[in-house]
């Protein structure tokens, strides 16, 4: 398997579709507002509108998420002063749009291997 192409086709797939895993859009949001990583009046539209606005941003990072059970896609980006990710199955589904606290942590995973920017994948 080709995880650049992959991933790419990935991310092209939630520009034609933002799709969430089973329940994990509200699940997802709840946890932000409740965190205070999203604002309490935050709603699944505004979260939709900024997904859809970041996964074809071209400075925006790309990371493959090795993964024994399933491979993932991981975008990394900056928005409204604070570090986001979007994690995503390599069918194009979301698992999880959140602010990373701790980048640097989260970007020394073993599992991450980084494949470059979006504009770079996508080119």
């Known amino acids: 398997m080709n995880k650049r192409q ?3 086709d990935a991310i092209w797939a939630l ?3 933002v799709r969430w895993a089973p329940g994990e859009d509200i699940t997802n949001l709840e946890a932000c507002k409740a965190s205070g990583r999203l604002h309490p009046g935050a709603t699944l539209t ?3 509108t900024m997904i859809e606005d970041e996964i074809v941003v071209d400075d925006n990072l790309v ?6 059970s399933e491979p993932r896609g991981v975008i990394v980006f900056r928005r409204a002063g ?5 994690r ?7 698992e999880t749009a959140r602010p990373l606290l ?6 020394a995973q073993s599992q991450l291997e980084r ?3 979006v504009g770079e994948l996508l080119d």
């Open 46 to 48: 505004d979260q939709l």
């Open 102 to 107: 701790e980048v640097p942590a989260y970007l």
């Open 82 to 86: 604070r570090d986001w990710i979007i």
């Open 115 to 117: 494949l470059g920017t």
């Open 6 to 8: 992959a991933v790419a």
């Open 63 to 68: 990371f493959y998420y090795h993964d024994a």
């Open 88 to 94: 995503f199955t390599l069918d194009g589904v979301i």
């Open 15 to 17: 520009h034609a579709m």
